[in-house]
């Protein structure tokens, strides 16, 4: 089966580190997104881990561990326009959708 | 990155009618596309896989003959709603993807925002 769990909702202050995590399990793994989704708009692609290992980029980091079907996406520096939805998803093996969370809404207070 | 558009970004009309939404994919080649609905503060719901030149995959509880889906090239698939109603206003994102690029060639179109009046 496949199952991918993220929590419902977070918040951090505005100038904070907040790190969103990812459990998955799922019938084959041929890596792992992280999209950024802001209401009422389409998801903008953030980060692809295939290899274990942290994927740094700009303000926002992403790690991935197979062995323990675990990833994170750390956010630094918060800023209030990162107040969002966060979607995991893991590309199963094959030409196959993608097997999304249900998103983690992150909120940035000041 | 790659950048996939969506034609009209919004759109009225009225029960009955049928709405066409285009999905382009501009600076690569899309071999697949997916269609996702996703209806206020819900998750992503995948209507449709469709591969370039053959039939759209619908996903469980998708009418195809209501979605009809259109992968005719490499850089553009359509998605008609037909007869559209009230409960088919919803947000359709279009999602490409280039399976020769690599794993991580997965991009959204900026959604189209359907009102069914």
């Known amino acids: ?44 692609f953030l980060s692809y881990n295939v290899l274990d290992g942290l994927e740094e980029k700009g303000r926002f980091s992403s790690f991935l561990s197979r062995s323990k079907g675990y990833s994170y996406l750390l956010l630094k520096e918060l800023q209030m326009k990162d107040s969002a939805s966060y979607l995991c998803a893991v590309r199963p093996p094959g030409n196959t959708p993608l097997v999304f969370g249900k998103g983690t809404r992150l909120s940035v207070i000041a | 990155g790659a950048v996939v558009s969506q034609h009209p970004s919004r759109v009225i009309c009225k029960s009955g009618t049928s709405v066409k939404i285009e999905c382009r994919s501009l600076d690569f080649q899309a071999t697949t596309m997916f269609w996702y609905r996703q209806f206020p503060k819900q998750s992503l719901m995948l209507m449709a896989t469709s591969n370039e030149g053959s039939k759209a995959t619908y996903e469980q509880g998708v009418e195809k003959d209501k979605f009809l889906i259109n992968h005719a090239s490499l850089t553009l698939s359509t ?27 997965q991009y959204f179109g900026p959604g189209t925002r359907l009102l069914v009046l």
């Open chain 2, 79 to 105: 998605l008609t709603v037909t007869s559209a109603h009230p409960e088919d206003s919803s947000f359709y994102i279009c999602s490409a993807r280039d399976q020769w690029r690599g794993a991580e060639t």
């Open chain 1, 1 to 44: 089966g496949q199952n991918i769990d993220q929590p419902t909702e977070m918040t951090a202050t505005e100038g904070a580190i907040v790190q969103i995590n990812c459990t998955y399990q799922t019938s084959g793994f041929n890596g792992l997104f992280w999209y950024q989704q802001h209401a009422g708009e389409a998801p903008t």
